[in-house]
Nanobody
Framework: QIQLAESGGGLAQTGGSLRLSCATT????????MGWYRQAPGKDRELVAT???????DYLDAVKGRFTISRADIGGTLYLQMNNLKPEDTAVYYC???????????WGQGTQVTVSS
């Protein structure tokens, strides 16, 4: 059974940093594109960053140069390092596993990130 569990959210000041973690259970990284999404109040969920098995990354323009997605193959954890945080980064952040070929997409429960000005 596949499970995703985020942690590491919290309150940060503008210009600060946070590192989000997503502990995975049952995920074979070579079968999935791993990603982080976020949803701010009153807005649609948006894709923040993705990481493929071969290490290819992609980022939302608004976070390029500030956020870094990575993974630890041993232990099966996905990370999102967030630097130079801005108030507009405030949102609930979700971990996501999307199959490369077929199958279900999985989500974590989300972790709140709040950036104060």
């Amino acid at each position: 059974q596949i499970q995703l569990a985020e942690s590491g959210g919290g309150l940060a000041q503008t210009g600060g940093s946070l590192r989000l973690s997503c502990a995975t259970t049952g995920v074979t990284f070579s079968w999935y594109v791993m990603g982080w999404y976020r949803q701010a109040p009153g807005k649609d969920r948006e894709l923040v960053a993705t990481l493929t098995f071969d290490g290819t990354t992609d980022y939302l323009d608004a976070v390029k140069g500030r956020f870094t997605i990575s993974r630890a193959d041993i232990g099966g954890t996905l990370y999102l390092q967030m630097n130079n945080l801005k108030p507009e980064d405030t949102a609930v952040y979700y971990c996501n596993a999307r199959p490369i070929s077929w199958g279900a997409t999985y989500w974590g429960q989300g972790t709140q990130v709040t950036v104060s000005s």
